[in-house]
C-alpha cells in the first residue's frame, strides 16, 4: 500500500506499535491509502503531522510521536491542525481519511 | 402631544411612537420591537411592553413619562395548535431483520446460509453455507484469521464493529459483509438468513424486492405478500439482513387515528377519521362554510390538542374575571364550553420513524396527517391589562380598535397600495386577513396554520428531534461545508473563510445565521433539505392564503381585490412572500412584502395603526 501516489503521509517518532497500528486500521476501514515515514529527528505529533501534511499530495498528514496522535490538513489556501477532543487512535485514523474523502468527521 | 401604540403580537411587541403638533399634524419619532413576555393577554406582557417603550423612547432621548397617551390593539383572541398523528406504524417481531446505511460495509452480492456466532464456529459441523456473527468483544484480525482457518462453507459475515473493511481485506475468499450491527446480540443462531451489500454507489436490489426474497427463502405467493412491509423498508439501504422466521417478522399496521367531528351553526354535525387523510378531511373543513365547533376524538394526539387549546384560553379569558388563586377551579368544561375551534388545515405528510424492535436504529417512512388548530374567544382580557399597565406607568392607557383594522390602516402606509386593500398577516400561530373598503368596512378572518407549523413540519419530515433547529432551518439559508476554509451556500455562491472552520462542521450542510455556522446532523443533502423547506412552506402558506383571500373577498370572488399586503413575522422570511406573490400573480393580484411608513419592512403595522386611528377619533 506504500508508496502512492494519493496518500495520507504519516509521520513517526519513536511509535508505539500499537498506536500505528490503531491509526492504520482506522484508514484502512474508511479505505484511504497511507505511507509512513520514520523522522530521524525529535519532534512531536504536532510537528510531524503539519510537515506530513505538505508532504501529502492530498494534503492530509498524520504525527504519531510515541502513543500521542496528531491531525493537519494542508490546503491550498492553508494550513489547519485540527484538535479533536477525546478520540482514539483509530478514529484519528479514520477522520485523516473523511478529509480526504469530503466526508464529515466522526 | 406624544402618542404610543403597542401591538401586542403571539411571539413580538412592537411599539410605534408619534407626536401630534398644535395643528393636528402626526409626525412618526420612532419604534422598537421586543419579544413577547408571556402568553398575549396576560398581565407577564407588562413586562415586555415596558421594555419595548423604553428603548423607543430613548432613541428619541425621552423617557416614558413623557408620554400623554399609550394606544393598546385590542389583540385578536385567538391560539393555535398544532399536532401530528401517525397513522402507519412499522414493528419487527422476533427481530428478522437489519437495514440500515453504515458508512463502509464490504464486499459486494448476497449471501444466503444458517447464522452460526463466531465462538461456536469449530464446534459446528453442518454440510450447508453459513452466516457468521461476530460480537464486537473479537478483533478484526482473530476474526479474519478464524474466518480462513474454518472448513466450513462461510458465504457471509455480519460484524457488530466498523471494521467490514479491515476483515474484508484480510480474508482469503472474499464473501459480503454487512457491519454496525448494534442489537447483534438479538440476531436468532441457527436460522436461515439472507445478506446483501450493494455494489459501489448502488442500493440493495433482491433484499428490498418481494420477489427477490421469495427466490431466496422459497417463499409461497401468500408468504410472498406478508414479506411487502420488510421489502418496502429496505428501498434506498446499502446493506441489509433478513432472518427467516416462520413464527413472527415485521407487521405494518395502521394505528387507531383518532376521529374529528366538525359542527355547524344549524348543529349539524360531520365526522371524519384522521386517517382518510388530509384531503378528506379539508373537503368536509371546505364544505362547512360556517364551522361553529370541531372537537376530536379523546386520547388521540389530535384530540388531546383540541382540548389543550380550549383549555389555554379558556384560562385566559377566564382570568379576567376571576382572581388567580381561584383560576384551576374555575376552568371546568363548563367555562370551556363557550370556546369554540374555530378553523383547522390538515396536511399530507411522510415522516421518518425509528422502526420499533430494530437492531440498527433502522427508520420507515410512515403516513402522518399533521394538523393545525384554530381556537378563539370572544375577547382576550385586554381591559385589565390596560389598567394594570396605567397603574405601573403613570400615563393614561387605551385598549383602541380591532387589531385587524389597525393593521390595514398601518399597511396602507405602503406606497402604491389602493383600496381596497387587503393584508395577509402571516404570524407564528394564525394567518390573518382583512380587507379594508372604501366605505371604511373591514371583514377579517383567522386561519389556522402558520409559522409555529412550518416549524414542526420541518422538525418531523427531516427527523430533527429540535424545534430550535427547524426553527434555524425554517429563516436562515443554508450551505455546504466544501473544505476546512470555504462553502457554498444553496444559492451556489461560494464564501472562503481565513481560518480553518471547527472540525464538526466539515462536509457538512449548515444553517449561516448571521454570525454563526450549525451543522445539520443528518445524511440529506443540502438539495434536498432545502425541497422539503420550500414545499413545506408552500402547502401551509400559499394554501392558506388563498383561504383567506377566498373568505374575505367581496362575493367570495378573489380577483375583486387588487392589492395584497404581506405583514407578519413571517412576512420577513427569505422566500414566503415570494411564493405567494408567484400564485397570486395567476390571479391578477398585487402582492407584496409591506413596507410600513416606507422605513419598517413588513412589521409595525398595527401599531402604527393604532397611532394613526387617533386622529380620526380625535377629530370625532
Partial sequence: ?106 | MIIAGVDIGNSTTEVCIASVDEHGYMHFLSSAEVATTGTKGTLQNIKGIHESLIIAMQKEKLRISDLNLIRLNEAAPVIGGTAMETITETIITDSTMVGHNPDTPAGQGVAVGRTVPIHKLKETYINESIIVIVPKTMDYEVCAKTINASNEKIVGLILQKDEAVLVYNRLDKKIPIVDEVEGIEQLPIGKIAAIEVAGLGMTIKTLSNPYGLAKLFDLSPSETSAVIPISKSLIGKKSAVVVKNTDGGMQETKIKAGKITFKSQKNQSTTVSIDAGAAAIMEVVHSIQDIKDIEGERDSYVGNMLYDMKKELSELSEASEVSVESLESVTSEASMKHLAISDLLAIDTFVPVKVKGALAGDVAMEKAVAIAAMVQADKLPMTRLAKQLEEQLNVPVKVAGVEAVMAAIGAMTTKGTQLPLAILDLGGGSTDAALLDETGEVRSVHLAGAGSFVTMLIDKELRLDSVQMAENIKRYPLAKVNSLYHMTMENGEVIFFHKPLPPKLYARVVVVMDEELIPIITDLTLERIVTTRQEIKRRVFVTNALRALEKVAPDGHMRHIPNVVILGGSALDLEIPELILQELANHKIVAGRGDIRGIMGPRNAVATGLVMSYLSEDIS
Fill in chain 1, 1 to 106: 500500500m506504500n508508496g502512492q501516489k494519493n496518500s495520507i503521509i504519516i509521520a513517526c517518532y519513536e511509535p508505539d506499535p500499537l498506536t500505528l497500528d490503531e491509526v492504520l486500521a482506522g484508514i484502512e476501514e474508511e479505505g484511504g491509502l497511507f505511507e509512513t515515514v520514520l523522522e530521524i529527528f525529535k519532534s512531536v505529533e504536532d510537528t510531524l503531522a503539519r510537515k506530513a501534511s505538505k508532504q501529502s499530495s492530498l494534503g492530509a498528514g498524520i504525527g504519531i510521536y510515541k502513543d500521542q496522535v496528531a491531525i493537519a490538513f494542508n490546503t491550498q489556501i492553508g494550513l489547519a491542525n485540527l484538535k479533536f477532543e477525546q478520540m482514539t487512535p483509530r478514529q484519528l485514523g479514520q477522520n485523516a481519511t473523511r478529509y480526504t474523502k469530503n466526508r464529515p468527521f466522526i
